[in-house]
Structure formats: C-alpha cells, structure tokens
C-alpha cells in the first residue's frame, strides 16, 4: 500500500489539530498560532497546504459534518430488519457508544454558532436532517402514526438524545443516560397503536 502524501498527512494533521483547538479555546479562540503550535507546523505550513484560517475551518467543518454522517450511516446499517427501535436506543444512549470528543466538538461548534451565521446555518442542517433520520427511523416501525406525529416524537427524541450526549464529558452519569434512554423509550410508546 502506498504512502500516504505527505500533504495528505499535513492536512490531516492540521485538522486534528483544529479539533484540539476547538474543543479547548472555542471556535473564536481558534487562531492560526494556535492551530500551528498543537500541530506542532510552522504557521507558513497551514497556508501552504490548506490555505487561510477561513479555509481551514471550513475544511475542518466539512470532514466533522462528513464524520457524523458517516457514524449515523454505520449506526443506522447495523440496525437489524425488525424490531429496530430497542437496538436504536441501545446505540444512542448505552455510554460504550459514546465519542466524547465528537460531543465536545458540536458544543462547541453550538457555542461558536452564535456569532459565526455560516457554523449555524450548517449546525441547522445538520440537526434537522439528523431528526429526519430518526423520523425515518420511528416511520419505519409504526407505518400508521401520522407523519406530524412522528416528527414530534423524532424531535423529542433527538432533544434527549443531545442532551445525554452533551453531559457525556463529564463522566460517571451513567444513571443519567440510562434515565434518559427510559424517557426516550417512554416516548417513543406514544407511537405503539400504530406499530404494524
């Protein structure tokens, strides 16, 4: 197998580092000094290969968004043909599931959408389409229940889920997820007259 460029691993290596730097200063408290010092490149290195701050943002955002997308696939492709809501539950709220780094990631991300329009409108999209997915999800299983239902119930559960998955850094709150999971699960009953 060939080596990987070493652009290739430059860049790699100067996302993971924004990573570092946006989990521990902030989106706004991401500078280019910083990015360069924990990837341990020389500021005329980040421009070289990637371009300016801007640039390197936006290609950090792409590959975090990707990355989710890529997770919530896997999630969802392991789920089995049947009987699909009790396994769901157990990979989002089971704390082994758990990415703390990708958890402080989007809270960040959520903190530094105040003020930056551009992490916003994606961190919108992102959410909205991560609840269609569990409003697919839920369709799935009870057929019957009106789709405004659905949504509902997708939103409620999307709501608990990012609310465990945000506590997460903290540690030892197992009873907390596993509290939330029960809601989650209570919630999703609503929909059981229409499971087929």
Known sequence: M???S???ERTKTILDAVETCV?????????LEKIAEV??????????????????????????????????????SCLPDQ???PPLLDLLFDDYQTTHQLALVA???????VSDANIRERLRAWNLQFIERMSDELQRSY???PKKDVDTIAAGLVGIYFNAESLAPLGALQSIRQSSKEAA???????????P
Do not use: C, W
């Not at 989990?23 to 500078?31: D, K, Q, R, S």
């Not at 809270?107 to 959408?113: E, Q, R």
């Not at 699960?185 to 499971?195: D, E, M, S």
């Open 2 to 4: 060939p080596r990987p």
């Open 6 to 8: 070493l652009k290739a």
């Open 23 to 31: 989990v521990e200063y902030g989106v706004h408290g991401t500078t």
């Open 39 to 76: 990837a341990a490149l020389r500021r005329s290195l980040l421009r070289h290969n990637i371009g300016n701050r801007d640039a390197i943002f936006e290609m950090f955002l792409d590959r975090f968004f990707e990355r989710s997308d890529n997770e919530v696939q896997a999630m969802l």
């Open 83 to 85: 009987n699909r809501i």
């Open 107 to 113: 809270l960040s991300l959520t903190l530094g959408a």
């Open 143 to 145: 057929p019957t229940a």
């Open 185 to 195: 699960r209570k919630l999703i009953q609503t929909l059981a007259g229409h499971a």
